[in-house]
């Protein structure tokens, strides 16, 4: 943050929202006080004002900035949505990120999966590991993607017969239509569920990072 903005307003590195708030209106109450004196404390009152209101409307636009580039209580948002099913709304602000890092794509995996896009999913996965090579959670989640798609393109082929339909096209499937299509000899909805609770209960221990 503005090194200048903080001393302005009496404060030092690493300052909070509400201690940026508190200061800020201490020295505006301050400052409106003195305006109405006479002579030069008015003037300089006034100028005050000018000055530490600017201070603020650039501190708290950078520290809203970072937190928002930084995910923070965004991501906790999406986590909830996703323990509640509610994909759209998860999407919706997932999409409203700038800066995606790896627990970003991680999310988008997830949201992917449970709309049965699996070969979106696994994509996005490749990229959070790709910017996160050290994460584990990610790594054992992409080991569980892949075992499933070879257990369900190996049941599927010999499910399949003549008609000559792929498992997984990339498109939005209900979980009916795409369990039919993955096939049933190695339990896919058992599978399914394995990954899906294997990242909600990610989610619910505050471990996507």
Known sequence: MNKKN???LGLEEGATLEEIKAAYEALREKYLEDRFKD?????EAAKMLTKIDAAYAE??????ESNYSDGGDLYE?????LKDGNITEAQHVLDSFNERG???HYLQSVIFYRKN???ESKKQLEIAIQLEPENAKYKETYRKLNDKINQDAQSGAQNQGGNGQGAYQGQTMDSQSSDSQMGGNFCANCIECCYLNMCLNCLCNGCCR
Request: hydrophobic share 35%; no cysteine; glycine share 12%.
């Open 6 to 8: 903080l001393e302005l």
């Open 39 to 43: 002579g030069e404390v008015g003037n």
């Open 59 to 64: 501190l708290e636009s950078e520290l809203k």
């Open 77 to 81: 948002k999406i986590e909830n949505y």
């Open 102 to 104: 790896g627990r970003w």
């Open 117 to 119: 896009w699996i070969n």
